[in-house]
């Protein structure tokens, strides 16, 4: 059971919040390279390959989700892309019970991004999958100090510490709680 919500939430945040910056501009329209200005790609939604991983994973079809992942990896250009799609590729092998390399396709998305929250709960999850549950704790508390306060991201990444350390009665928050 706590695999199943551990997963779903991990869809859930695949799917709402792939590469925060990237996520804001998004249409993968060119503008035309000037001499002295690179090309520069205007995204406006989610990249199409992100959806599909998400498709993909939903239908319990992980092996082509973790190829296109893998694909989309290699032909991102962009730190925010190559993070969005390093994260979709943990989530990928965490579904298809490789935790190893769930692991180390987000240290690659954290190695870009050290202080953005995804990929650090989602290698906790990861690590929560494989029973290493210090890892996924220390995972989970990082990735609470830099989620949005008082957000539903926030409330979610508490929750999954919660589970791992129940909250202390009559305070209704775990020793892992986000600092007030």
């Given at each position: 059971?706590?695999?199943?919500?551990?997963?779903?939430?991990?869809?859930?945040?695949?799917?709402?919040?792939?590469?925060?910056?990237?996520?804001?501009?998004?249409?993968?329209?060119?503008?035309?390279?000037?001499?002295?200005?690179?090309?520069v790609?205007?995204?406006?939604?989610?990249?199409?390959?992100?959806?599909?991983?998400?498709?993909?994973?939903?239908?319990?079809?992980?092996?082509?989700?973790?190829?296109?992942?893998?694909?989309?990896?290699?032909?991102?250009?962009?730190?925010?892309?190559?993070?969005?799609?390093?994260?979709?590729?943990?989530?990928?092998?965490?579904?298809?019970?490789?935790?190893?390399?769930?692991?180390?396709?987000?240290?690659?998305?954290?190695?870009?991004?050290?202080?953005?929250?995804?990929?650090?709960?989602?290698?906790?999850?990861?690590?929560?999958k494989?029973?290493?549950?210090?890892?996924?704790?220390?995972?989970?508390?990082?990735?609470?100090?830099d989620?949005?306060?008082?957000?539903?991201?926030?409330?979610?990444?508490?929750?999954?510490?919660?589970?791992?350390?129940?909250?202390?009665?009559?305070?209704?928050?775990?020793?892992?709680?986000?600092?007030?």
């Open positions: 059971m706590r695999s199943t919500l551990f997963f779903l939430a991990a869809l859930v945040i695949l799917s709402t919040t792939i590469a925060m910056p990237a996520l804001a501009q998004t249409t993968g329209s060119r503008i035309k390279k000037t001499p002295d200005q690179p090309t790609v205007l995204r406006f939604q989610e990249p199409s390959e992100i959806k599909r991983v998400r498709e993909l994973l939903t239908a319990g079809n992980t092996a082509e989700a973790i190829d296109v992942a893998t694909q989309f990896v290699k032909v991102s250009t962009t730190p925010d892309m190559i993070y969005a799609g390093n994260n979709a590729l943990c989530v990928a092998y965490s579904a298809a019970r490789d935790y190893d390399k769930a692991v180390t396709a987000c240290d690659a998305a954290i190695d870009l991004r050290p202080t953005y929250w995804l990929a650090l709960n989602s290698r906790g999850i990861a690590h929560l494989a029973g290493r549950t210090n890892n996924a704790l220390t995972d989970f508390r990082a990735a609470l100090s989620a949005p306060a008082d957000s539903p991201i926030a409330a979610m990444i508490q929750h999954n510490i919660d589970l791992l350390v129940p909250p202390t009665p009559g305070t209704g928050a775990g020793a892992g709680s986000h600092p007030e």
